[in-house]
């Protein structure tokens, strides 16, 4: 009865005579622990054809990248052959991905024996930050495949195709079904225009600024143009302006996007070299002002840090990029002139503004789609609610249908019952009342950056 080898050293020296392990050579590169799905994919696509046999390997500290020397040492640091370990990833697919801790392939091309170690890793130094490393071990005969299967596997890295055209964050984060990953795939609903409830004016600079822009990039890059944008939505808390990156995401399909908020902006490097491997896509700032503020303003030489790096992210493209800049902010006259004020950075500005009579109708049409409304009442609430945000109008949308629900009406609003809620809303005549209600008087507009 054969005894299986317990120990990667025994593996990897039956499978390339222990005679020759000191004349090894290895070859490594380091990737983010986002792309494992697309470096694990292209790898076993590589290997399939040399029949390769696969171990898993016992990974003691998750602060150590396993490595082939590691695996060759004697004694105590000697790796133990274990079970394949395999995680569900969350890729935005019906089905999760299985990712592997780590795994060994032992195979032979043209006779030579090779082996590969993929593992993963936590760089302490780098803010906890998780890297997938993957070494080949060769003789001399081998370094041209060795040549060819790195430059396959960095183009697997450079392109993902299973996170292409979705749209995501680094949130590392678990549902109910135990699933975790590094990277957060959001499963945003599609939107249409009609969704939108914006004036035509705002609509127009949208579409002529972004859809109009992406339909004539390719010949735009035939003129010698950038095909890098930059766009700046400012305006009021609750306006729509995180639904507007949501319709243009949504009708730029083949567009992967980014969505970076302030909370996460020490991984700016990061989105940045994902954002240009996922080419063409749209990088979403939000509340750009915490991290874009005027330097006048700024409080800690850490704050001008990150606004050096964005600036220095956005001026280190190629003109021939084809990525979208979307920033957004409530308060645009806090922005570094240095980043508002200069195309190429921002080359459009465009106000998200509180919504008119008109638009508030429509958004109560919207929202409200699946109530029946009495004669007048849409009327009535549009007119009675200047100053109001779109957000807030979905909401008096909700209550209206909750009123009606208490009543035993099953979904009809009356004109009393529009009455009722607005009245109730503005019986505190205090600024903060106002505020909350979400009814207060319309701020004073704000001039746009200087390059609107």
């Known amino acids: 009865m054969d005894v299986k080898p317990t120990l990667a050293r025994q593996v990897i020296g039956e499978h390339f005579g222990e005679s020759v392990l000191a004349d090894l050579i290895t070859s490594r590169r380091q990737f983010a622990a986002q792309l494992l799905p697309d470096l694990q994919t292209a790898l076993i696509s590589e290997v399939f054809q040399f029949q390769a046999a696969v171990y898993g390997i016992h990974q003691e500290h998750q602060f150590l990248a396993l490595?082939?020397?590691?695996?060759?040492?004697?004694?105590?640091?000697?790796?133990?052959?274990?079970?394949?370990?395999?995680?569900?990833?969350?890729?935005?697919?019906?089905?999760?991905?299985?990712?592997?801790?780590?795994?060994?392939?032992?195979?032979?091309?043209?006779?030579?024996?090779?082996?590969?170690?993929?593992?993963?890793?936590?760089?302490?130094?780098?803010?906890?930050?998780?890297?997938?490393?993957?070494?080949?071990?060769?003789?001399?005969?081998s370094s041209e495949f060795k040549r060819q299967l790195l430059w396959r596997?960095?183009?697997?890295?450079?392109?993902?195709?299973?996170?292409?055209g979705k749209t995501l964050s680094f949130e590392s984060g678990s549902d109910y079904s135990g699933m975790r990953s590094d990277m957060l795939v959001h499963r945003l609903p599609p939107l249409s225009k009609d969704e939108v409830i914006l004036d035509e004016r705002t609509l127009r600079r949208v579409d002529r600024h972004v859809f109009e822009f992406d339909a004539h990039r390719e010949d735009l890059r035939r003129f010698g143009q950038s095909t890098r944008k930059g766009i700046l939505l400012y305006g009021p808390p609750g306006t729509g302006k995180t639904h507007l990156v949501r319709y243009i995401s949504s009708n730029l399909p083949n567009h992967t996007t980014l969505l970076l908020t302030a909370e996460q902006v020490s991984n700016l490097t990061a989105y940045f070299a994902l954002a240009r491997a996922l080419q063409p896509s749209i990088l979403v700032l939000e509340d750009v002002d915490l991290v874009g503020r005027s330097r006048e303003s700024m409080r800690?030489?850490?704050?001008?840090?990150?606004?050096?790096?964005?600036?220095?992210?956005?001026?280190?493209?190629?003109?021939?990029?084809?990525?979208?800049?979307?920033?957004?902010?409530?308060?645009?006259?806090?922005?570094?002139?240095?980043?508002?004020?200069?195309?190429?950075?921002?080359?459009?500005?465009?106000?998200?503004?509180?919504?008119?009579?008109?638009?508030?109708?429509?958004?109560?049409?919207?929202?409200?789609?699946?109530?029946?409304?009495?004669?007048?009442?849409?009327?009535?609430a549009a007119q009675r609610t200047?100053?109001?945000?779109?957000?807030?109008?979905?909401?008096?949308?909700?209550?209206?249908?909750q009123r009606s629900l208490a009543a035993g009406r099953d979904g009809t609003v009356s004109r009393d019952d529009v009455t009722a809620l607005i009245d109730e809303g503005l019986e505190d005549d205090a600024e903060i009342g106002s505020r909350l209600s979400g009814m207060g008087a319309a701020p004073r507009r704000r001039a746009a950056p200087p390059n609107c």
């Open 67 to 141: 490595d082939i020397s590691r695996l060759l040492a004697g004694g105590t640091r000697s790796a133990e052959v274990a079970p394949l370990q395999f995680q569900d990833i969350d890729v935005g697919e019906d089905e999760p991905f299985a990712g592997l801790n780590n795994g060994l392939w032992l195979f032979r091309v043209h006779e030579q024996p090779i082996a590969v170690l993929l593992s993963k890793w936590t760089d302490p130094g780098s803010k906890a930050q998780k890297f997938v490393q993957i070494e080949i071990a060769h003789l001399e005969a």
């Open 153 to 164: 596997l960095a183009q697997a890295g450079e392109t993902s195709k299973l996170y292409r």
């Open 300 to 380: 800690s030489p850490g704050t001008e840090i990150l606004l050096n790096r964005l600036l220095n992210e956005m001026d280190g493209l190629k003109p021939d990029a084809d990525m979208l800049f979307i920033l957004t902010t409530n308060r645009p006259e806090d922005i570094e002139p240095a980043l508002a004020s200069r195309p190429g950075r921002i080359d459009a500005a465009i106000e998200v503004a509180l919504p008119d009579e008109r638009c508030r109708a429509r958004l109560i049409e919207l929202y409200g789609r699946a109530l029946s409304f009495e004669e007048g009442a849409v009327d009535d």
């Open 386 to 401: 200047e100053g109001a945000s779109a957000a807030f109008m979905k909401e008096l949308v909700r209550r209206l249908a």
